[in-house]
Nanobody
């Protein structure tokens, strides 16, 4: 398994930006597709964005298309989520996940601890 540490969350006004980071440990990081999930209070967890191990396949949740960008740096064992034009409905705990199956968008086995994103109106 890959150990993941999420960071970068915070409180931001609507229209603002945040950049989430996920640092991974483990020699096989660059063989995993990576994803960012989020879970808001009272709601189910949802996949926000995912990126294949070479970055050639990318998925975005419809509601974040054009506002969020997922990227990865395999040399640094890191994956990022740049979030622009944030909306109050983006408020959630965001989790990094390793081992996403790109064809089914099913989560992998390794999770970060989560980072809180709060967007005020």
């Amino acid at each position: 398994q890959v150990r993941l540490v999420d960071s970068g969350g915070g409180l931001v006004q609507a229209g603002g930006s945040l950049r989430l980071s996920c640092a991974a440990s483990g020699q096989t990081f660059n063989t995993f597709s990576m994803g960012w999930f989020r879970q808001a209070p009272g709601k189910e967890r949802e996949l926000v964005a995912a990126i294949s191990w070479l970055g050639r396949r990318i998925y975005y949740l419809d509601s974040v298309k054009g506002r969020f960008t997922i990227s990865r740096d395999n040399a640094k064992n890191a994956v990022y989520l740049q979030m622009n034009s944030l909306k109050p409905e983006d408020t959630a705990v965001y989790y990094c996940n390793a081992g996403v199956t790109m064809s089914t968008l099913k989560e992998g086995d390794s999770w970060g601890q989560g980072t809180q994103v709060t967007v005020s109106s």
